[in-house]
C-alpha cells in the first residue's frame, strides 16, 4: 500500500538548520508531484513547498522562500526538505503527501494532496 514515512524532525535554535527525509513507498514514486506541509499547535495545515514529477520545478510558500529547499531522489523513492535559518514560527509538525494533480503543475491546495505520511516534530527555539 500507499507509505509515506518522514524523519529528521527535532528540537534547534532559532537559526539552526534541519533535513527533513520522506520515504515513499507503494506507488510510481516518479510518476507524481510531492509537497511538504506543517501545522502548527492550534492552527490548520498549510503548504510548506512542492515540487514536480521530474524535480525540475520547486514551488514554495512565501514565509520560507530563501530559507528551504525542496529535492527529490527518483531513484531511492525520496524527498527532502532542506531548513535553514529556522525560526520558532517554524515551529510545527511537517508532513509530506503526494500531490494528485498534473504532477508537472503548481498547487498549494490542501485538496490536491493526498497519502499523507504521520509527520515529523520540528521545534524551533528562540
Known amino acids: 500500500q500507499v507509505q509515506l514515512v518522514e524523519s529528521g524532525g527535532g528540537l534547534v535554535q532559532a537559526g539552526g538548520s534541519l533535513r527533513l527525509s520522506c520515504a515513499a513507498s507503494?506507488?510510481?514514486?516518479?510518476?507524481?508531484?510531492m509537497g511538504w506541509f506543517r501545522q502548527a499547535p492550534g492552527k490548520e495545515r498549510e503548504f510548506v513547498a512542492s515540487?514536480?514529477?521530474?524535480?525540475?520545478?520547486?514551488y514554495y510558500a512565501h514565509s520560507v522562500k530563501g530559507r528551504f529547499t525542496i529535492s527529490r531522489d527518483n531513484v531511492k523513492n525520496m524527498v527532502y526538505l532542506q531548513m535553514d535559518s529556522l525560526k520558532p514560527e517554524d515551529t510545527g509538525i511537517y508532513y509530506c503527501?503526494?500531490?494528485?494533480?498534473?504532477?508537472?503543475?503548481?498547487?498549494?491546495?490542501?485538496?490536491?494532496?493526498?497519502?499523507w505520511g504521520q509527520g515529523t516534530q520540528v521545534t524551533v527555539s528562540s
Open positions: 503527501a503526494t500531490q494528485f494533480s498534473a504532477p508537472d503543475s503548481y498547487t498549494d491546495y490542501i485538496a490536491d494532496f493526498g497519502s
Open positions: 515540487i514536480t514529477w521530474s524535480g525540475s520545478s520547486t
Open positions: 507503494g506507488f510510481s514514486f516518479s510518476n507524481y508531484a
